[in-house]
């Protein structure tokens, strides 16, 4: 038997196959769903894997393909788990949607593609939301009217949730009780932090959006929320929202790149290169040494994503923020992407891991069948 993941958003479509031992077989990645002001065409784009991995010799018959595991974006305050996808659960996503009105269209497209192509095989959701869905109020409820949370579910969710818990049970793996406290970050084009108390999400810096937290490849961040008034009030809401998410963060900041690795290249030839990484590393530090009172301590702190598992340089510009705590880097073994990259002697153990989603939503997919 085989599983298949499949990642549908809005312009493109991810996917890998699995055997049941979650050994990966094969991936790919598809561009461009849909032609510039037309409708993404799921369905299309399923085929196209589906045939592809015929081609390639995965599978002798797509009969083989026994479930489909789909990444979610939104699970709202109804998903914690992973779930079958019965007609009653896709209404549910449909409804989520409003919370989510740029990735759950595109998920529920997925699954609609693969309900139809594949019709025999167990089709799963795994919601992005889920693995946070265990933060207390104190963590989650905003300082708003709290008739905003009651009646539109205006409330912290977070997002990464399955990133965060593949590397929490990492860590998990690596250390034992020696993660226990565990602060995991996902830096990469998105980025979002998550402190772990014995392998449950008890806060996140992402928010009611995607959006809150530190600062991203194009996403601003906290700031100050007056902010986002005055300029939707300038600009109207559809451009202010468009500025904060798209053109914000590094690439608003350099006015050039969004992408880490442009900014590392150019950094000692330019000073906003090297002001957008300063803010980026300062403002991830900052939300660690927040995170261990949530903890009421801190025994590691795990890095992954694009830039979490890289960059050797960006660990260490994070981590000379956190002496007080106990955080000692080996900066040879930094430089190497070690997995465990602190000295002996170092009071909270550092770890880069590559990110792996897509094999955690093979592995959940797998459990719930
Ligand atoms: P996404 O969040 O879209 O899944 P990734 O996790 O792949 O994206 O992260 C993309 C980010 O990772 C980009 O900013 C990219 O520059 C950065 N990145 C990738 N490789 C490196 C590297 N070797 N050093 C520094 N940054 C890197």
Request: hydrophobic share 40%; net charge positive.
């Amino acid at each position: 038997m085989k599983i298949l993941v499949i990642n549908a958003g809005s312009s493109s479509l991810k996917y890998e196959l699995f055997n049941k031992k979650l050994d990966s077989l094969g991936d790919g990645y598809i561009e461009r769903i849909g032609q510039k002001g037309q409708i993404p065409n799921h369905e299309k784009a399923v085929k196209q894997a589906l045939e592809s991995i015929q081609e390639k010799g995965l599978v002798a018959s797509l009969a083989e393909i026994k479930a489909v595991g789909h990444r979610v974006v939104h699970g709202g305050e109804k998903y914690s788990a992973p779930v079958r996808i019965t007609p009653s659960v896709q209404k549910e996503i449909q409804k989520l949607c409003k919370l989510a009105p740029l990735h759950n269209p595109p998920n529920l497209a997925g699954i609609k593609a693969c309900k139809k192509l594949l019709p025999k095989a167990a089709q799963i959701a795994i919601f992005d939301t889920a693995f946070h869905q265990t933060l207390p109020q104190k963590a989650f409820i905003y300082a708003l009217p709290y008739d905003l949370y009651k009646k539109e579910g205006i409330r912290r969710y977070g997002f990464h949730g399955t990133s965060h818990l593949y590397l929490s049970k990492v860590a998990k793996k690596l250390l034992g009780k020696k993660a226990d406290r565990l602060v995991t970050c996902h830096l990469g084009n998105g980025s979002s932090l998550a402190a772990v108390k014995n392998g449950k999400s008890i806060d996140t810096t992402m928010g009611f959006t995607p959006l809150e937290g530190v600062p991203m490849g194009t996403r601003s961040g906290d700031i100050d929320p007056a902010i986002a008034v005055k300029l939707s009030q300038k600009l109207g809401p559809e451009k202010a929202d468009n500025l904060l998410n798209k053109q914000s963060g590094l690439l608003g900041l350099t006015g050039k790149s969004s992408d880490m690795r442009d900014l590392l290249a150019t950094r000692k030839s330019n000073k906003k290169s090297q002001l957008a990484i300063d803010i980026f590393c300062y403002k991830v530090a900052q939300k660690i040494a927040a995170f261990t009172a949530s903890l009421q301590g801190l025994d590691a702190i795990a890095f992954t994503g694009g830039i979490g598992e890289n960059s050797g340089y960006i660990r260490a510009q994070i981590c000379q923020y956190l002496p007080h705590l106990g955080v000692k880097v080996d900066a040879a073994k930094n430089r190497a992407n070690t997995t465990l990259f602190s000295v002996k002697e170092s009071k909270v153990s550092l770890l880069a891991i590559p990110a792996d989603e897509e094999k955690e939503i093979a592995s959940q997919t797998l459990k719930l069948l």
